[in-house]
């Protein structure tokens, strides 16, 4: 288990904007990257000794982060990491099959050469990775639904993916974890990437409507 020495040592605090604001961007961007993950206790004067801050940009963050519902209030054990109820859940899936598919569909009317190229990089290193490699894999999935969301070019849709981003943060386990999810996401990034290369918008959308869909029934089978 990580301590919280080590998980301090693992956050960067950003150089820029006042302490509040980089604490606030250091906590979140840790959320997001699941060094802090749902449960997770946060204490001021814990947070003020990882950054070697006073309490009181600790206290102006935390209070930002309460305003996001990426922390809440946990009786005696003060705030924790939030963790989402499963209408929330569900609330977020039908909110990324609509983003992702319309990514996707996007993605297919507009996408470079080089951004195609990045696509099929990153689907043939998370074809080269084992299941047990979960860490990686989650890394590498990451990549690939970025970079459709960057060869979508589409100003509007990266500010919806960001307003969510905080909530997938919040899922907890990923379903990279189920043993046969990995092979099954290989294949529909595959067919993700074939309707991208073959410019056929409603085919990426529906097979990245699909994608999300079946990552829905993974956590329902594995996490209820």
Sequence with gaps: MVNDTDIGA???LPATGSR?????EALRQAVRDGLLRPGTPLR?????VWFEVSR???REAFARLVGRSLLEHAGGRGLVVRSLRKSEVYELYAMREVLEGTA???AAAH???AEIEALEQHHARFKALGCTDVEGAVAVNRAFHRAILEAARNRYLDAAFDDIADGIALLGKTTLKDPGRHALAIAEHGRVLDAIRSRDSAGAEA???AHIRAALRTRQAAYG
């Design 104 to 106: 996707a569909g996007f």
């Design 111 to 113: 996408a470079g050469r």
């Design 10 to 12: 693992r956050i960067s």
């Design 207 to 209: 097979e990245a409507r």
């Design 20 to 24: 509040g604001q980089a604490v606030f």
């Design 56 to 58: 009181t940009p600790v």
């Design 44 to 48: 001021e004067e814990q947070v003020a």
